[in-house]
């Protein structure tokens, strides 16, 4: 994969913007020629390129490519080509879409990512769609739309207000008693406390019921519904968990499915890949299939 | 009202903070005291004050202020004396309060604030009271969670789309025919929607429909619920019109509603007083009362 590198010799952003505007035109497009460009660019490397190709044919570079890219490996090319925030946000966007809608990855970003990084990921949102995330959110918009929204505290544990933490375990009982999985207060609970807040409550919630909330929420395995919110429990609580999981099965399927393990790569590469890799290897008792290896070294390159 | 001017001495902050430090102390508060320091010193120098005053005594100064000031008057050193983001935050955290809890003033700082103002505010939230925002909001959550938490797209006409709005005129006149007020679609529409295209969606409404929005929306005059929602949709399409009538209401009421006027001096003084002055003299047919005006040249001195 050293091809994967920066060549010692680096053309000029014009000229780049210029290789990259003939690999669009024409019938067909070269989709290696967009590759090995940019591919072999750092990111501010790539920014440059993104920002000369805007002043010299008044477009955004990631429109040319969403219009001229499809495969999974060429989806991939626009991954690495963004920086975490706009990636997100293209992530969204693309999760918003009919043929590529997937209200799981709207519910990974909202729930994985710093309080911070999610208000960022919707400020990019606004200049690269010139709308706001949460009016393209289709389906589930009672749990998805406050999840994006939330600016949640980040106080740590020892902030945690235990008090309110039993109040709300029970809460959360009374309502999965009464099979009122959607209810507001189980809302309200999920998508605005702080996650170590609700991490007590949940932990809270076991002790004192004997049961794990998420067990609880597997009366239907089939609803819909409740899959999203079991796994947006998880990937606020334990999200290497939740990731390994992506992966394993990304992994597991017949012919690999390359984008989610791309897409997992790329957003998680700088902040838990490697706990996320242990318990991979850990749990599936094998090494990481080569495919993966590979994807991560492309990363780490990049 | 010169003598709220900043004075040719200043003393250094350190002298400052040990002054207030001594009005807190001993039985009774000397507010005088903290009046003559933090209403002649400008934004920069009460900032300073601050930071000394949490260095030498381990405590934010606005908690203590906070603790020991009560009446109107002295509320309103406390909003002068803090930034608007924090101002904001502050008035919000009030709000939430069983005495001093206002579902109005929370709409008004969601509604008539740009995007980024409400993120910020949000985000003092955080650092001031060790929480999110929109854990403490308690009434009408259905409404007012989703107005504190957007980050609307800030476009202009330009980018409206029309087809957009006829569409989603109809949506409203059939929920407001059934009586569906409080319906996913309505919130939908009035909190994610930019103010542009909001307001393209209610000219439609009134021209395909031949009556305002708010009016359809009268039906029931004491539902508060409807109250609100009718302050929300001017607060995001004429701000002005409804500070208006805060202040007149404000003035008119016997004994005047000091901390009303306050707090919309003080949090318009640099965005639109003027235009909702002019607005209130020519209703009103009289000119301010002279208390109004002195707010405003405290507001503008300091």
Same mark, same amino acid.
């Given at each position: 994969m050293a091809t994967l590198q920066v060549p010692a010799y680096v053309p000029a952003p014009s000229e780049d913007a210029e290789q990259l505007r003939h690999a669009f035109e /024409?019938? /067909? *497009?070269n989709e290696q020629l967009i590759i090995d460009i940019l591919a072999h660019r750092n990111a501010a490397q790539r920014n440059l390129i993104r920002k000369t190709y805007h002043e010299a044919y008044g477009k955004d570079l990631l429109r040319s490519l969403d219009e001229e890219l499809t495969s999974d490996f060429e989806r991939a090319v626009v991954l690495f080509t963004l920086d975490p925030v706009e990636r997100d946000a293209h992530l969204v966007n693309q999760s918003t879409?009919?043929? *590529?809608?997937s209200n799981w990855v709207i519910m990974e970003i909202a729930c994985t990512r710093s309080s911070l990084q999610l208000f960022n990921v919707r400020k990019a949102y606004h200049a690269l769609y010139n709308k706001s995330l949460e009016e393209d959110v289709g389906d589930y918009r009672k749990l998805l739309v406050p999840l994006v929204s939330a600016f949640r505290y980040e106080g740590d544990?020892?902030?945690?207000n235990m008090s309110l933490a039993k109040a709300e375990a029970k809460i959360l009982r009374d309502k999965i008693s009464d099979k009122e999985y959607s209810d507001e207060e189980v809302i309200r609970i999920v998508t605005t406390r702080s996650k170590a807040q609700l991490n007590a409550t949940l932990n809270h919630y076991n002790t004192a019921f004997g049961n794990f909330f998420n067990k609880d929420l597997k009366a239907d395995a089939d609803d819909e519904f409740l899959k999203l919110l079991r796994a947006a429990i998880k990937c606020l609580t334990v999200p290497e968990k939740y990731f390994e999981k992506v992966l394993r099965q990304a992994i597991n399927k017949v012919g690999t499915d390359e984008w989610a393990l791309t897409r997992v790569v790329t957003t998680r590469a700088e902040v838990d890949m490697v706990r996320i890799k242990e318990r991979t290897v850990r749990l599936s008792r094998?090494?990481?299939?080569e495919i993966l290896l590979e994807t991560m070294r492309k990363c780490f390159l990049l």
């Open positions: /024409g019938w /067909g *497009t879409k009919r043929f *590529t809608s544990e020892q902030e945690v094998k090494q990481l299939p």
